[in-house]
C-alpha cells in the first residue's frame, strides 16, 4: 500500500509539472538576505533550478530579491512579502512560490504561520528546499509531513534567530568595553580611526568639548 501510494503521488507530480508547462503556470522565487554584505546569486541559482524542475519556464518565474531582516520587520513591513503577496492577487497564472530555506521566509513564528496559511486558502504551493519540502500535496491537500516539518524547522529558525540576536549584543558590548566602533552614532567631539576602528577624540571639534 505504501509503494502503491507513493507511485500515485509520483505520477500526480509528473501530471502537475506537465500541466505546469501546458497551462503556463507561474512561480515565485522568493529570495532575502539580512545584511548588504551577503550575495543573493547563490541562493537565487539554487531556488530557480528547482523550480525549472517542476516545469515552470524560465518566462514564467517571477524573481523577487530583498535584502531585509527577517527578525526586526513583521509582516507589513517585509517587502519581499509584500510584493509577493501582490504579484499573487495580480496574476491567477502563479501557483507555487519557492524559498532557498524556512528561515529566509522568516524567523518570526506570527509571520510565518500567516504566509503559510495564506498560502494555503490560495492552493499555493510553497518548496522549501533545505529542508526538502512541499506543503501541499499533489491534490491540493496539506501535506501532513510537511506540516511536521514546517513546525520543527520553524521553530529552529526562531531560536537561530535569537541565538544570531544575543551574540551581535555581546560583540557590541565587548567593543564598547574596549574602547572600539561598534556602530551608530557617535558623541559630539569623538571620531573613529578608520585603521583600528577604535573612538578618538576629533581633533577638528576638540576645542568644543
Same mark, same amino acid.
Given at each position: 500500500m505504501l509503494?502503491?501510494?507513493?507511485?500515485?503521488?509520483d #505520477?500526480?507530480?509528473q %501530471?502537475r /509539472?506537465l *500541466?505546469?508547462? $501546458?497551462?503556463?503556470?507561474?512561480?515565485?522565487?522568493l +529570495?532575502?538576505v539580512?545584511? #548588504?554584505?551577503?550575495?543573493?546569486?547563490?541562493?537565487?541559482?539554487?531556488? #530557480?533550478?528547482?523550480?525549472?524542475? @517542476?516545469?515552470y519556464?524560465q518566462?514564467?518565474? +517571477? &524573481? #523577487?530579491?530583498e535584502?531585509?531582516s527577517?527578525?526586526? &520587520? @513583521?509582516?507589513?513591513?517585509?517587502? =519581499?512579502?509584500?510584493r509577493?503577496?501582490?504579484?499573487?492577487?495580480?496574476?491567477?497564472?502563479i501557483?507555487?512560490? /519557492?524559498?532557498?530555506?524556512?528561515?529566509? &521566509?522568516?524567523?518570526?513564528p506570527?509571520?510565518?504561520?500567516?504566509?503559510?496559511? !495564506?498560502l494555503?486558502?490560495?492552493? *499555493?504551493?510553497?518548496i522549501?528546499?533545505?529542508?526538502t519540502?512541499? %506543503?501541499l500535496?499533489?491534490d =491540493?491537500?496539506?501535506?501532513?509531513?510537511a506540516?511536521?516539518?514546517f513546525? +520543527?524547522? =520553524?521553530? $529552529?529558525?526562531?531560536?537561530?534567530? !535569537?541565538i544570531r540576536?544575543?551574540?551581535?549584543?555581546r560583540g557590541?558590548l565587548t567593543?564598547?568595553?574596549?574602547?572600539?566602533?561598534?556602530?551608530?552614532? %557617535?558623541?559630539f =567631539? !569623538?571620531?573613529?580611526?578608520?585603521?583600528?576602528?577604535?573612538?578618538?577624540?576629533?581633533?577638528?571639534q576638540?576645542d568644543?568639548?
Open positions: 509503494y502503491l501510494h507513493l507511485l500515485i503521488n #505520477i500526480t507530480s %501530471l /509539472c *500541466i505546469n508547462k $501546458l497551462a503556463n503556470m507561474k512561480a515565485i522565487a +529570495i532575502r539580512s545584511t #548588504i554584505h551577503q550575495d543573493l546569486n547563490q541562493q537565487t541559482e539554487a531556488v #530557480i533550478a528547482e523550480i525549472k524542475k @517542476d516545469g519556464s518566462d514564467n518565474i +517571477i &524573481l #523577487i530579491e535584502k531585509e527577517a527578525v526586526k &520587520l @513583521d509582516e507589513e513591513s517585509r517587502l =519581499g512579502i509584500n509577493m503577496k501582490k504579484a499573487i492577487e495580480e496574476d491567477a497564472a501557483n507555487a512560490v /519557492c524559498v532557498f530555506e524556512l528561515a529566509r &521566509l522568516s524567523r518570526r506570527d509571520v510565518l504561520y500567516s504566509v503559510r496559511d !495564506y494555503i486558502n490560495r492552493k *499555493i504551493q510553497l522549501v528546499l533545505k529542508p519540502m512541499k %506543503l500535496e499533489p =491540493g491537500q496539506v501535506s501532513q509531513a506540516s511536521i516539518m513546525a +520543527i524547522f =520553524g521553530a $529552529l529558525a526562531e531560536q537561530e534567530g !535569537y540576536k544575543e551574540r551581535l549584543a557590541k567593543k564598547k568595553v574596549q574602547g572600539i566602533w561598534a556602530g551608530g552614532n %557617535l558623541p =567631539g !569623538y571620531t573613529v580611526n578608520p585603521k583600528t576602528r577604535a573612538i578618538e577624540v576629533d581633533p577638528v576638540a568644543v568639548i
